[in-house]
T-cell receptor, first 118, second 113 residues
């Protein structure tokens, strides 16, 4: 069965610090997709990134970067020079798709709450 | 604007009083899903639909019903709500392509007294 583990329940940092949110996943499939979503205090879920299992290149988007390592089944998320607006709950999720039905199901981790103080 | 719209955003009800949470998307997506979010548990899938008239159970379907009579709408029905269904509910949609991004509604916070 699929499983996503976000061991860090809550992280507190001071503005401008770098912070890494860990995500470890389990799957038996060779084809799968990994996602990060952000949930700010307002409650909505905001898509951040998608990565497929065949693409292990790291990705950088502004202050955000992601490190995907299949060897350790991890998909970690780093925020460089954190800001107060980064305060949110961050969810890692794993998606597998059935060849027959095309159905894809997202399995979420339990989330990491990031608090960035001024 | 492409969006998933849920209503209501907030709802307080009493045990046993049937309620419906509506979900509508304007992106012509085939897939739609309902999730519930609880502290310490993340988001868990309740039901999903692959297309009109095609629905199936997710991980936590007990106490819920859904229907998909039109492509754009996927209502969540609680026939007899109980306090353990107090939660934050999200509707999501995506195209029927492997690995596609799921787009979420703004959420419905439900309290069952």
């Amino acid at each position: 069965a699929q499983k996503v583990t976000q061991a860090q329940t809550e992280i507190s940092v001071v503005e401008k610090e770098d912070v890494t949110l860990d995500c470890v996943y389990e799957t038996r499939d060779t084809t799968y997709y990994l996602f990060w979503y952000k949930q700010p205090p307002s409650g909505e879920l905001v898509f951040l990134i998608r990565r497929n299992s065949f693409d292990e290149q790291n990705e950088i988007s502004g202050r955000y970067s992601w490190n995907f390592q299949k060897s350790t089944s991890s998909f970690n998320f780093t925020i460089t020079a954190s800001q107060v607006v980064d305060s949110a709950v961050y969810f890692c999720a794993l998606s597998e798709a059935s060849e027959n039905t095309g159905f894809q199901k997202l399995v979420f981790g339990t989330g990491t709450r990031l608090l960035v103080s001024p | 604007e492409a969006q998933v719209t849920q209503n209501p955003r907030y709802l307080i009800t009493v045990t046993g009083k049937k309620l419906t949470v509506t979900c509508s998307q304007n992106m012509n997506h085939e897939y739609m899903s309902w999730y519930r979010q609880d502290p310490g548990l993340g988001l868990r899938q309740i039901y999903y639909s692959m297309n009109v008239e095609v629905t199936d159970k997710g991980d936590v379907p007990e106490g819920y019903k859904v229907s998909r009579k039109e492509k754009r709408n996927f209502p969540l029905i609680l026939e007899s709500p109980s306090p353990n269904q107090t939660s934050l509910y999200f509707c999501a949609s995506s195209p029927r392509i492997r690995g596609n991004i799921q787009y979420f509604g703004a959420g419905t916070r439900l309290s069952v007294l």
